[in-house]
């Protein structure tokens, strides 16, 4: 008898769509899957103004048609206004605001370097209930890139948190198991995305046999130890932890270079291999919760109507190596095995 699981139609709660003809091509990829998605803003230049988030939203929504909900994001910068923000969010053109400490990954040039400047926003999203997304790692060259998670929980996100109380913060993309416990220690208003990338990747996959460039992103991928807590995290059925997939695509140029740039393009069988992280984890019943439940009940809206069926197959399932775009060809991901899980045409 086939194997089959429906769920909930997904949501995306970290996503990189990027704008022209790299948006244009990769954009099905996503809302093929996917009913919604949080729209990251580091854009060249960012999206830093309502208007900008609202420009954005309706050039990908030309892409994906109506059936597919961007759900738009602004980019904090030192001269953000709160009051811009708060209205956005008012009028239903934002739904979180991301902040990237200066020099922490792609195109954060333009992020925050003193957070107390960024004060006053703060306190005014926690009074308007408006969720900050954190890119968490510190930028301090003195940090080894593997512990600057764990040191931005000490140096900059308890004390915003301490300092700004009902500010709605998410941990994106962790990576740690100083994250896990810090997210898992707190009873309210404080959640993670976990990707698709590092559920199957830890340092090693990187780095032993020859550089492998697809598999560079930010923040890097960790010892096998933290991996093993992201799985247990993401499986366990905690609702604090949901999916995030920091999608990123680069053209293959970008990422085989002599200076690569960090992202894993997942979104194309990101699905296919969550199913086979939580067949192996035993944990195959708390997939919806981890996709498609866990990241509404956050963000307080209603869990998607539709719904996506997968099944599993005895043969591998093929997917494609890389999505050709305008901008040149994107890699797919490759989790290192095969997957048996397809998901079935809506
Ligand atoms: O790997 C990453 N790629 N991490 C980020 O934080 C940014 C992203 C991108 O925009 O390419
Ligand atoms: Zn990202």
């Known amino acids: 008898m086939t194997q089959r699981l429906t769920l909930s139609r997904p949501d995306d709660w970290h996503l990189h769509l990027r704008d022209g003809a790299m948006l244009q091509g990769i954009a099905p990829e996503s809302a093929r899957h996917f009913a919604r998605a949080i729209i990251m803003p580091n854009l060249l230049p960012p999206v830093v103004t309502g208007a900008e988030a609202a420009a954005y939203r309706d050039?990908?929504?030309?892409?994906?048609g109506t059936g597919f909900t961007p759900l738009m994001t602004l980019y904090l910068t030192e001269a953000t206004d709160p009051a811009d923000v708060v209205a956005a969010h008012r009028d239903g053109i934002i739904t979180a605001v991301k902040l990237?400490?200066?020099?922490?990954?792609?195109?954060?040039?333009?992020?925050?370097?003193?957070?107390?400047?960024?004060?006053?926003?703060?306190?005014?999203?926690?009074?308007?209930g408006i969720p900050l997304l954190c890119h968490g790692e510190v930028t301090d060259p003195e940090i080894d890139i593997f512990d600057r998670e764990a040191v931005f929980i000490d140096r900059v996100l308890d004390p915003i948190r301490r300092a700004t109380p009902g500010l709605r913060v998410v941990m994106e993309h962790i990576t740690t198991t100083d994250a896990v416990n810090y997210v898992t220690a707190e009873p309210e208003g404080l959640g993670a995305t976990i990707t698709t990338h590092h559920l199957v990747i830890n340092r090693n996959h990187i780095l032993v046999g020859g550089i492998k460039p697809h598999y560079y992103c930010l923040p890097v991928a960790k010892r096998e130890i933290h991996r093993e807590a992201l799985v247990k995290a993401a499986t366990s059925g905690d609702a604090r932890f949901f999916l995030g997939t920091d999608s990123a695509p680069h053209a293959d140029d970008a990422k085989e270079s002599a200076c690569g740039c960090a992202g894993c393009f997942t979104a194309t069988n990101t699905l296919s291999i969550l199913a086979h992280v939580?067949?192996?984890?035993?944990?195959?019943?708390?997939?919806?919760?981890?996709?498609?439940?866990?990241?509404?009940?956050?963000?307080?809206?209603?869990?998607?109507?539709?719904?996506?069926?997968?099944?599993?197959?005895?043969?591998?399932?093929?997917?494609?190596?890389?999505?050709?775009?305008?901008?040149?060809?994107?890699?797919?991901?490759?989790?290192?095995?095969?997957l048996h899980w397809q998901v079935m045409p809506a």
């Open 59 to 64: 050039r990908i929504l030309a892409v994906t």
């Open 100 to 128: 990237y400490p200066a020099g922490a990954t792609t195109n954060s040039a333009s992020g925050v370097r003193d957070f107390d400047r960024v004060r006053g926003v703060l306190e005014a999203m926690a009074e308007a």
């Open 278 to 338: 939580f067949e192996a984890a035993g944990a195959l019943e708390r997939l919806e919760g981890f996709t498609s439940r866990h990241g509404p009940a956050f963000y307080g809206l209603p869990v998607n109507a539709g719904t996506i069926t997968l099944e599993r197959r005895e043969a591998p399932v093929p997917y494609p190596a890389k999505i050709e775009t305008g901008a040149g060809p994107v890699t797919v991901f490759d989790p290192g095995f095969p």
